[in-house]
């Protein structure tokens, strides 16, 4: 693991207002032990957006969402302020910026991304899943950008 990515994570899991506070009111330990825990966690998601078919990070106006198949890491905040997006992004995780679609109701209304790379054989409507480049070309229709687009001959 690359010691930026583990500097990102550390400043990131010291930042948090609930181990600034142990620190603040002397449970040091305590403190360093929920960093750990924390970066612990943050590098097994990591290493799972790396390794699953399906894994993506979305980010809109409702905030940034990395899914890993089963299990969805979210904030409110824009990507810009997500670091642990930002870092599965930037180590090559699928990226689909939804913040310039203006048709919610189409965009609501896609299928979403199969989770564990099974895909229905009807597609179509809610509640239906497709692979992640299926639903990478019907976003991207809709106005949506792309970051490592896993899709065979294009490049970003």
Not at 137 to 147: F, K, S, T, Y
């Amino acid at each position: 693991m690359q010691t930026g990515v583990l500097r990102v994570l550390r400043a990131t899991a010291a930042w948090w207002w609930r181990h600034k506070e142990l620190r603040r009111t002397g449970q040091t330990g305590q403190a360093q032990r929920l960093e750990r825990e924390t970066v612990l966690r943050d590098l097994g998601y990591l290493k799972q957006a790396a390794s699953l078919p399906n894994a993506h990070v979305i980010c809109g106006e409702g905030g940034t969402f990395i899914h890993l198949g089963w299990t969805t890491v979210s904030t409110f905040a824009p990507i810009e302020r997500f670091p642990l997006a930002a870092l599965a992004v930037a180590r090559g995780t699928p990226f689909i910026d939804i913040r310039p679609v203006t048709d919610l109701i189409t965009f609501a209304n896609l299928p979403r991304v199969a989770r564990d790379g099974s895909v229905d054989p009807d597609s179509s409507g809610p509640g239906q899943s497709v692979s992640l480049t299926t639903y990478i070309d019907m976003v991207e229709a809709l106005g949506a950008r792309i970051a490592n687009d896993p899709r065979p001959c294009r490049s970003t």
